[in-house]
């Protein structure tokens, strides 16, 4: 079983960074797809960026390339997605997500494990 804790999310302007955390516990040994998707107001749920442990290969949306970063601290088992130069179409609850496959590919029904969400709003 494995538990994922969000944190870092908050109001921001447009053209702001901000800086998420989720921190996993429970069964975190082996290699698997850790990412970050994203539901704004009244939309579905989808892909952010994402990261395989196994060889720390990264995925991006492409609404976020290049201004978004994913990255991990192995020995925390926290997971992180720097944001800078956010746009109101940003402002959306951020979930923690691992166990997948593909990581390139982002189809919710298929991620084992959710966090609880963080709430990021970018105002114009």
């Known amino acids: 079983q494995v538990r994922l804790r969000e944190s870092g999310g908050g109001p921001v302007q447009a053209g702001g960074s901000l800086k998420l955390s989720c921190v996993a516990t429970?069964?975190?040994?082996?290699?698997?797809?850790m990412g970050w998707f994203r539901q704004p107001p009244g939309k579905g749920r989808e892909g952010v960026a994402s990261?395989?442990?196994?060889?720390?290969?990264?995925y991006y949306a492409d609404s976020v390339k290049g201004r978004f970063t994913i990255s991990r601290d192995k020995a925390k088992n926290t997971l992180f997605l720097l944001m800078n130069n956010l746009k109101p179409e940003d402002t959306a609850m951020y979930y923690c997500?691992?166990?997948?496959?593909?990581?390139?590919?982002?189809?919710?029904?298929?991620?084992?494990?959710w966090g609880q969400g963080t709430q990021v709003t970018v105002s114009s």
């Open positions: 990261i395989y442990t196994g060889d720390a290969t990264t």
């Open positions: 997500a691992q166990d997948w496959a593909g990581c390139g590919s982002y189809y919710p029904d298929e991620v084992g494990y």
């Open positions: 429970g069964n975190t040994d082996g290699r698997y797809c």
